[in-house]
Nanobody, 117 residues
């Protein structure tokens, strides 16, 4: 059982930046997707960014050019650097890890990001 704990959310003005962190209770498997999702009442939970095997990265269209996902060398913390935030980025952000070809899928509790326009 991997426990994930997000931090770094908060209230920021439009155009500002935030860096979210996701601390894992143990070293994350390199054979897994490490991802950030966000959830709003209007859109539900959607994928923001995902990194696989330390190198292959996917970004949702709304995140391209503004958000950066990364993992520390110890494979214990996943980051999401967010810049040029808009009110549309207001959401509850979740960290997720999914081990490939397994049923191991873990979520954090979420961290709230609120952007004032």
């Amino acid at each position: 059982q991997v426990r994930l704990a997000e931090s770094g959310g908060g209230l920021v003005q439009a155009g500002g930046s935030l860096r979210l962190s996701c601390a894992a209770s143990e070293r994350l498997s390199s054979n897994s997707f490490l991802a950030w999702f966000r959830q709003t009442p209007e859109n539900g939970r959607v994928l923001v960014a995902r990194i696989y095997n330390g190198g292959e990265i996917f970004y949702a269209d709304f995140a391209k050019g503004r958000f950066t996902i990364s993992v520390d060398d110890a494979m214990r913390t996943v980051f999401l650097q967010m810049t040029n935030l808009t009110a549309e980025d207001t959401a509850l952000y979740y960290c997720n890890t999914l081990v490939i070809q397994s049923a191991l899928n873990f979520w954090g509790q979420g961290t709230q990001v609120s952007v004032s326009s």
